[in-house]
């Protein structure tokens, strides 16, 4: 009798590829009308989705399974070379102060000095020895208030300077940036874009590394 009621169920259970369940019945009662099926412990749950029952070789097959290792030929290889310089192209080097740029040797380069503060950006262009020979700053060129900071006057003022560094026959510069505002790289693409090379950035920012007490915070 219990295999005729079990039979429509191992039916159902077939064809949703669960045969393994019918073998773990242990049990089958009655209770006021309602039929229960008791499984063993070690039974699993009913599972009827495709990607489930697929296996690892079934999902390969399918088209579905892609290894780890499914990546280009030599695509971290040529990451890390082009990261590496090779010996003889470090840079700077021991020859680097004799070095001609542009028909001008490294030392008797003009340096241009960006100093970049949260509340605005100031450049200057130096020689070699300290004398300055142009200033620009956003306050300036007419940025006001808390435009000063803002890397876009930054970018203008370094293009208008760029323009005046032209028409006194500067074409290649190196620069030293100090501080951290927001014109710091900025004033530096507005310098290129205006036809300055730049043969090499310096950070000269000051670190403390025993700095005095901060201030408490503000009250609001």
């Known amino acids: 009798m219990f295999r005729k009621l079990l039979l429509p169920v191992g039916v159902a259970l077939k064809n ?6 019918v073998s773990n019945v242990v049990g089958c009662s009655l209770k006021s009308g309602v039929r229960v099926i008791t499984l063993s412990p070690t039974s699993t749950g009913l599972h009827t989705s495709s990607s489930l029952r697929l296996g690892r070789k079934d999902r390969k097959a399918d088209g579905r399974y892609v ?19 090779r010996i003889d192209d470090r840079f700077p080097d021991l020859n680097l102060p004799t070095k001609v740029f542009n028909g001008v040797m490294f030392k008797d380069l003009p340096i241009l000095n960006v100093k970049a503060t949260m ?16 200033i620009r700053s956003c306050g300036y060129d007419g940025f006001k208030n808390a435009r000063k900071g803002t890397n876009v006057a930054a970018q203008a003022t370094a293009f208008t300077l760029g323009k005046k560094m032209a028409q006194r026959g500067f074409k290649t510069v190196r620069a030293r940036v100090q501080g ?8 530096l693409k507005g310098l290129t874009l205006a036809g300055i090379e ?11 590394w025993n700095p005095p007490r901060a201030r408490k915070r503000r009250r609001l």
């Open 119 to 134: 509340n605005n950006t100031i450049m200057t262009v130096t020689d070699p020895n300290g004398a300055c020979n142009l």
């Open 16 to 21: 949703t590829f669960c045969e393994r369940a």
């Open 180 to 187: 951290l505002g927001p014109g710091r790289l900025a004033s």
């Open 67 to 85: 290894p780890k290792e499914m990546t280009a030929t030599g695509e971290r290889s040529s990451i890390l070379e082009s990261r590496t310089p």
């Open 198 to 208: 730049i043969v090499s950035i310096t950070d000269n920012t000051p670190v403390s």
